[in-house]
């Protein structure tokens, strides 16, 4: 079914529509829409989801079609929804996936693929995904390699848990091999994690056509001026250009609206409101393109997506020397933003926009592009360096219209190039790019004309235009690149305090840049003019860039036994329950919950200050706002409010920025959120305020004991050793990041003072407690339900009960159900993450690496309150030893009192940030005693059955066999060898490999987390339904439960169902968390299955023949129970930390990972060229989804470990709040080669069927790219002559690679001062560098 949008001419539009919320999620996705017969009904589509509202994420994607009225054609094209203004789709068809395909009627061949294929894992993002393979496929029946990446490239919905990591290998080649038990991994059969020819095929015919009714609408446009009224804001949209003309002379201050990619989200995070915008959107002249003999026009209003298509013709047609300009435009035009937004903005909104950040702008400004302007009359000014700096002699008249831009032809004799630097390769904001230009003498290599210009390193894009002139006449040799370097630090300052911060990096690349355009140069002039001095081939290694590929895998596991019954589903690769409702969008979420009658919505008030008094809280303008109910205080809290140190609502003192004060309770969300403006705090700060690590151990500022391990003699040992070293290691916090950002729906009953709390999150029972003791009513009047959560990682653990209980007392104050969804910026401003971590080493070893004694000492940033900070320093402290058997130690660790939003629970629990620090400390043996990592790290590894630092004992054999397969499938020491020639023949790129192992201890450290309930009941047709103690975050629990009941019941998975997790159903359970959540919760369900088997069997046994339904049927007839409750009393966990001892964890997960990267050392960038993981998952449960876990474990830790990156203000205030400031991994990430190999059975006898838990290892492994990337930093530091012992800083971004690659541009970055710092600013613009 098409979903189009007939928007009436002055409909009153709501607030909301203005901002582009028409096609969201949930009951904000609900539209009114017009029947044939002009009534109105309400669709609720909720399969678009929203999760940034900044169009950075493409979780909102859906496809609009458009007749272009001059063609004819009729153009698809993919889009972010958030920012699509409801007005602008006049005319146009919206296709969301609801319109794609259905569970209730036929599934699109896409969504069929990407579930059946194991492409989802939480599925937040699923539909997004899917509209954008859709679009592609309705342009494309047949897409090339490059088209796929492109449509998919840019899209940062890549949280594992999304599972789009998975999709992508899979998308590709699948080359799937299974291991025959008990055979090594080469020996592989034929079978298949989904099987390819079931899927249907793509039949182009079958879809939709373009809906009629507007097919007449282009037939016969309309050439009236439409005007559409909101609350706030008038949209006019003129039906001719003369009438754009005149609406912008009497409204010049209003802007021109077209992709609203720079408006939109200006408008949502900045506040900004115009009161009247003007839509070109039917206006024909601002879409011309014409060619000429000296070049190019393009109309303002033409979308990049078009742009791209126009030069890349025009490319196509003209000889190479004319089309430098294009070129480049071209090359940046692929990197620029996401598909969607690439469809959306446009060049003139570009362009009048002039974002420092611009890509497109340097490029345009060397080309010597000319904008045409048009009033009353025409006038053509130059893209030029005034124009960019918003100088009013070279700027638009307020009433003038950007009507086209003019690009002319290079010509012979002339380069142009384009360069970018961004934290990720694809869609991220460019830290600096620059467009670079050159004529030469005709014949000759000397300067005549030259321009340069950088985005990102000023308020506008900068024009080097002194340095330019200055070089005009030289030639093109040695010499004048040094002038030039030195010239253009110059005059391209940029004080200490810059907006964005990485000054340094930033001046490095502008001189970096430089240096590739001398060399990309000197080879064009070879060319041309015989003989020329070029430089040797292994400087050329420069000029390359990364090209762009889709990844492409292996997965090899372990076939079931031949002689399982084909019912049993366990082992198998069983797609996820809810893939084929995900790639439909019909997987319900918590916000898709329909409004429910009388619902209020809830927006927070947080605290400004990092540390500071509340001396008055201001209520009253707020409370006048139409639509606002009340506020919500601590005074408003019945029960307790918080614990002492943790309070729900701040009541007197704030101590971090983010925290929550009150909350606005109104009709709106718009209306909430409008009111939160107006509340008046007025604070009197305190002191001192402490933010980072190094702060807190000078303030002796801690949350808790240090909690140290020891065992031998340390200090002996360091006496005896034949070195010893020291050294530092920053490892950085990290956002959880989940696609659905916290959410609760809490509903007041009428009777009992009962709730209904429909909340997102890990911990159910957590937030009934929380709820009781916040309201003073007992848990048994509280029931959670939890379907379905769009991602949680450890952030869904403690947070939810904060929200759930702020709902609850709005609900229980006002009598109204209330709905708190939190926005992505204020998810991550009050939420917090991973703790970051500061370690020291001391490491004595013998001169052949085997090391003797390893002290340690790691300080975490806690935050501002304990939360799960304590837990998280004993985790760290015994799992530190990692793979390592080393008989002297001594590890110790604190958690610091900062004042930042508290840091919690995260995947891993503190060990990717402790094991870090042993893996650096291994890695600086090597470098010491001249050998390979990989070398000293087997000289140390446990061998044999061993005890731990804290005397658990366990069996090794698996982690050799993981580290023997890894070297071995990953052909390790050939590719050191391929790496270490490279490396060699290149001087600008180096390649680097790392091999790691792991040794993950899974679950609690405690005893009475280690259970589980599970309730089964059968119903009478033989239908059975099952509910357990665990939440659905995406991993796959519920399909894993249902492999276990199926087995135990003997009956097909088609038989059970699984509703939601409800603590009506099953008390008293714990956070799903820790990996253990289906080895604990499947021994409590297999418990039901058991019971209930064994009263059936009397009934089986008299009628073995009978069928499963007659068995029931029989059962009820005889008055026997077919409901039953199953319970797991787990390990008995304990951990003595006067003695050191315990037996903390149940069982081991072993693996190992090897990774390959090359990295660009002029300008930190790197590739991932292959990534090989063996883990031991022993008995998988279900393969593909354990692999879909590992898989997106190792993304997560790539993302921690190289691109994830939280910065704050000087003042505490988090920067980072949204995809484009921080940058988890993309498709683009992935590595090219990306396989996984499950180890071959060994046996775990204390869990479900000897499976492991497998949802957190594989983050650790993610540092085996970590460890690549400084390996290869090492080899360029070494044929530098630096020394290799680097201070090791996570993650390992492009200007810490950049940074730590010194050569003789970095050092002229140093020699070359910075501008004085002005006294207003003495502190730089971030801390945690
Ligand atoms: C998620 C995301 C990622 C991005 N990534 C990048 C990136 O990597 N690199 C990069 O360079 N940019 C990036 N951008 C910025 C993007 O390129 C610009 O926002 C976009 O080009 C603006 O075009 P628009 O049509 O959406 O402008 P709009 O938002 O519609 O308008 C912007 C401004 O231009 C004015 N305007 C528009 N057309 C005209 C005209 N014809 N005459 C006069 N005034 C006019 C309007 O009055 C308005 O003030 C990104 C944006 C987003 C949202
Ligand atoms: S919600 Fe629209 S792009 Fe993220």
Not at 661 to 667: D, F, K
Not at 978 to 996: H, P, S, T
Not at 1027 to 1047: D, F, Y
Not at 1101 to 1123: C, D, H, M, Y
Request: some cysteine; glycine content about 8%.
């Amino acid at each position: 079914m098409w979903k189009w949008t007939t928007i009436r001419e002055k409909d009153d539009l709501r607030e909301e529509q203005r901002l582009g919320l028409e096609i969201g999620p949930g009951p904000r996705g609900s539209r009114e829409v017009e029947n044939k017969d002009g009534s109105f009904s309400e669709v609720r589509l909720t399969g678009t989801k929203y999760a940034c509202g900044r169009g950075g994420c493409g979780a909102c994607t859906v496809m609009v079609s458009k007749r272009d009225p001059t063609s004819q054609e009729i153009r698809h094209f993919s889009v972010t929804a958030c920012l699509v203004p409801i007005c602008s789709l006049y005319g146009a068809a919206v296709t969301t996936v609801e319109g794609v395909g259905s569970m209730k009627t036929r599934l699109h061949p896409v969504q069929e693929r990407i579930a059946k294929s194991h492409g989802t894992q939480c599925g937040f993002c699923t539909p997004g995904m899917v509209m954008s393979m859709y679009t592609l496929l309705r342009n494309h029946p047949q897409p090339s390699e490059e088209q796929l990446l492109e449509a998919l490239g840019g899209r940062s919905d890549l949280r594992p848990g999304g599972g789009t990591c998975q999709a992508v290998p899979r998308a590709r080649v699948r080359r799937e091999e299974q291991q025959a038990p008990g055979q090594g991994l080469h020996l592989c059969s034929c079978l298949k994690l989904f099987v390819k020819e079931e899927f249907q095929p793509l039949d182009p015919t079958q879809e939709l056509i373009f809906p009629p009714e507007l097919l007449r609408m282009t037939e016969n446009p309309e050439k009236r001026t439409l005007t559409f009224h909101g609350e706030r804001v008038t949209w006019i949209s003129p039906g001719t250009f003369k009438d754009l003309l005149e609406l912008k002379a009497k409204h010049p201050e209003a802007p021109l609206i077209l992709g609203n990619t720079s408006l939109g989200p200006a408008m949502r995070s900045k506040g900004c409101l115009y009161p009247i915008l003007l839509s070109p959107a039917r206006i024909s002249e601002l879409n011309v393109v014409s060619k000429t003999n000296d070049g190019l026009t393009i109309g303002a209003g033409c979308s990049l997506a078009q742009v791209k298509d126009i030069l890349a013709e025009r490319v196509s047609e003209l000889p190479e020397e004319k089309t430098q300009t294009y070129r480049a435009l071209l090359k940046h035009l692929k990197s620029l933003a996401s598909q969607q937004i690439r469809n959306m903005a446009s060049l003139g909104g570009h362009i009048i926009s002039r974002h420092s950040y611009s890509d497109l702008n340097p490029i345009l400004a060397v080309g010597n592009a000319t904008l045409n302007l048009t009033s009353e009359g025409t006038r053509r000014i130059p893209l030029s360096e005034h124009f960019l700096a918003g100088l009013a002699s070279a700027d638009l008249k307020p009433e003038e219209i950007l009507e086209s831009v003019y690009i002319p032809h290079s010509q012979k004799w002339e380069f142009v190039s384009a360069f970018r630097q961004a934290q990720c390769q694809q869609n991220a904001l460019p830290d600096v790019n620059a467009g670079m230009r050159v004529l030469f003498k005709e014949g000759t290599d000397i300067i005549e004309d030259l321009s340069i210009t950088y985005g990102g390193v000023g308020a506008a894009t900068v024009s080097a235009h002194k340095s330019c002139q200055q070089l005009l006449g030289r030639q093109w040799d040695e010499l004048m690149l040094d002038e030039a370097c030195r010239r253009l630090l110059d005059e391209v300052s940029l004080p200490g305090w810059a907006p964005g911060g990485r000054v340094e990096f930033k001046r490095t690349l502008v001189v970096s840049f430089f240096f590739k355009f001398y060399l990309q140069v000197l080879q064009e002039l070879k060319k041309l003019i015989k003989p020329f001095p070029v430089p040797v081939n292994r400087f050329l290694s420069a000029l390359e860039d990364f090209p762009g590929t889709v990844p492409q895998g292996v997965q090899r596991y372990q076939s079931v036994d031949s002689h399982q019954p084909l019912q049993d589903p366990v082992g198998r690769p069983v797609m996820h329950l809810s893939g084929l409702k995900h790639a439909t969008g019909e997987a319900e979420f918590c916000d898709d919950i329909p409004m429910v009658d009388k619902e209020l919505c809830m927006a927070l008030v947080t605290s400004t200050r990092a540390y500071a008094k509340i001396i008055s809280v201001d209520l009253s303008e707020a409370l006048e706002i139409p639509g606002v109910v009340d506020v919500i205080t601590a005074k408003d809290i019945p029960g307790i409010n918080g614990t002492k140190d943790d309070k729900l609502l701040a009541v007197d003192e704030v101590l971090c920025v983010g925290q929550i004060i009150c909350a606005v309770v109104a009709e709106t969300d718009v209306q909430a959120k409008r009111a939160i403006e107006k509340i008046k705090i007025t604070y009197e700060e305190l002191e001192p305020i402490i933010f980072t690590i190094e702060d807190a151990i000078k303030h002796n500022s801690f949350l808790c004991p240090e909690k140290k391990l020891e065992q031998g003699n340390i200090e002996e040992a360091f006496e005896k050793v034949d070195q010893i070293v020291e050294g530092e290691v920053h490892v950085g916090g990290q956002e959880h990041f989940y696609m659905e950002t916290q959410r609760v729906l809490v509903i007041p009953k009428t009777e009992d003072k009962e709730l209904d709390i429909y909340v997102s999150t890990q911990d159910p029972a957590h937030v009934q407690k929380t709820v009781s003791s916040t309201l003073n009513i007992p848990i048994n009047r509280i029931t959670c339900h939890v379907k379905r959560v769009g991602g949680g990682f450890g952030g869904k653990i403690g947070r939810p009960a904060v929200f759930g209980a702020i709902a609850a007392v709005g609900a229980l104050k006002t009598g109204h159900p209330i709905r708190l969804v939190l926005d992505r910026e204020d998810d991550m401003l009050i939420t917090g993450g991973r703790h970051p971590l500061f370690g020291k080493y001391k490491v004595g070893f013998m001169n052949n690496g085997r090391i003797k004694a390893l002290d340690i000492e790691c300080f975490i940033n806690g935050g501002c309150t304990l939360d799960d900070s304590e837990l998280v320093t004993e985790f760290l402290i015994l799992k530190l030893e990692n793979a390592y058997k080393i008989r002297n130690l001594r590890f110790r660790g604190r958690a610091c009192l900062t004042n930042l939003p508290s840091n919690t629970a995260f995947r891993g629990f503190g060990f990717p940030q402790g094991t870090l620090v042993t893996e650096s400390c291994i890695t600086a043996v090597a470098a010491k005693c001249g050998l390979p990592p990989e070398k000293v790290r087997e000289k140390n590894m446990y061998r044999t059955v061993d005890k731990t630092i804290y005397k658990q004992a366990f069996n090794p054999e698996s982690l050799i066999r993981c580290w023997n397969e890894c070297l071995d499938v990953s052909s390790f020491h050939n590719r050191r060898k391929q790496a270490e020639e490279f490396n060699k023949k290149n001087y600008w790129k180096k390649r680097g490999v790392a091999v790691i192992p792991m040794k993950f201890s899974v679950g609690f450290a405690a005893t009475s987390y280690h259970q589980a309930a599970a309730l089964v009941h059968i119903y009478t047709d033989g239908s059975v339904l099952v509910t357990h103690g665990g939440n659905e975050l995406g991993q796959g629990i519920h399909t894993k439960m249902l492999q276990v009941a199926s087995r135990e019941l003997k009956i097909p998975m088609s038989h059970l169902h699984i509703c939601e997790t409800s603590t009506a159903m099953v008390p008293n359970t714990i956070a799903t968390a820790a990996s253990v959540g289906a080895d604990i919760n499947g021994k409590a369900v297999q418990n039901a299955c058991q019971i209930l088997l064994k009263r059936l069997e009397p009934i089986i046994k008299k009628n073995p023949e009978g069928t499963w339904e007659e068995w029931v049927k029989a059962a009820f007839e005889q008055r026997i129970s077919l409901s039953a409750t199953g319970y797991f009393r787990g390990y008995k966990a304990f951990m003595d930390w006067e003695k050191g001892e315990g037996d903390p964890f149940p069982y081991y997960v072993y693996g190992a990972a090897c990774s390959e990267v090359e990295i660009d050392c002029l300008t930190g960038a790197h590739k991932k060229i292959r990534t090989d993981i063996v883990m031991d998952a022993c008995c998988s449960l279900n393969p593909a989804i354990d692999i879909g876990q590992i898989e997106g474990a190792f993304i997560q830790g790539m993302g921690l470990y190289t691109t994830e990156e939280l910065k704050y203000s000087p003042e505490g205030v988090l920067y980072s709040r949204g995809p484009d400031e921080y940058k988890i991994p993309t498709i683009s990430d992935v590595p090219e080669e990306f396989n996984v190999s499950l180890l071959p059975s060994s046996q775990t006898p204390l869990t479900i069927y000897s499976s492991k838990g497998l949802g957190e290892s594989g983050m650790f492994l993610g540092s085996s790219v970590f460890f690549a990337i400084t390996d290869a930093v090492a080899a360029a530091r070494k044929e530098r002559d630096i020394a290799e012992d680097f201070t090791v800083k996570s993650p390992a971004t492009p200007e810490w690679v950049r940074m730590a690659c010194a050569d003789r541009f970095t050092e002229m970055v140093y020699i070359c001062p910075l501008p004085l710092e002005p006294p207003s600013h003495p502190t730089p613009w971030a801390i945690f560098k």
